[in-house]
């Protein structure tokens, strides 16, 4: 994989943001968007190689659209308050998918690549959803802030870090 683009990690901010507001939420949609993505990177690994570029777009677009729709019935069905609290969000895992497709994140030998990115969008998920639960902070701005207090504390960790 290529070092992750902008759009590979601006469109990850969205739900960082929007869904964090409890750790439940954080926790459902990280569970659901790891869920997608794993079953997306198998089927697109079967059709793959079979496709030219141009068709292998709309096979993209159209898979990822399907998870995430049956993702999006079955909580319907059986978890709708969940369904609506996570709203317009489970829309953005599919835009995530065919992104990481096309970002190079699903070819061969990237695996140290994709753990990293997944684990840290993780790990953000969780300590955000944590956080912000605790404080009682539901606001997106305050989530902002939050979330900018955090890169900042891991930036002077680094920081200290490397000059002892």
């Known amino acids: 994989m290529r070092k992750p683009s902008g759009l590979v990690t601006s469109l990850m901010l969205a739900p960082l943001l929007g869904v964090t507001d ?25 059709v793959r190689a079979r496709l030219s570029p141009p068709m292998r777009l709309i096979a993209s677009l159209m898979l990822a659209a399907t998870l995430v729709a049956s993702a999006q019935v079955l909580l319907t069905a059986f978890a ?15 835009v995530q998918c065919v992104v990481l497709e096309y970002s ?6 990237q695996h140290q690549g994709r753990l990293q990115l997944f684990g840290l969008f993780g790990a953000s ?16 701005p305050a989530g902002f802030i939050l979330l900018g207090l ?4 891991c930036q002077a960790w680094t920081q200290y870090l490397k000059s002892r």
């Open 104 to 109: 190079g994140f699903f070819d061969a030998g």
């Open 150 to 153: 955090l890169l900042a504390g």
């Open 80 to 94: 709708l308050s969940l369904c609506l609290q996570l709203g317009g969000y489970l829309a953005l895992i599919s």
């Open 125 to 140: 998920m969780l300590i955000l959803g944590l956080l912000r639960d605790v404080t009682d902070i539901t606001l997106v």
């Open 22 to 46: 409890t750790l439940p939420k954080a926790l459902s949609f990280l569970g659901l968007s790891t869920l997608i993505v794993a079953l997306y990177a198998g089927a697109m690994h079967v």
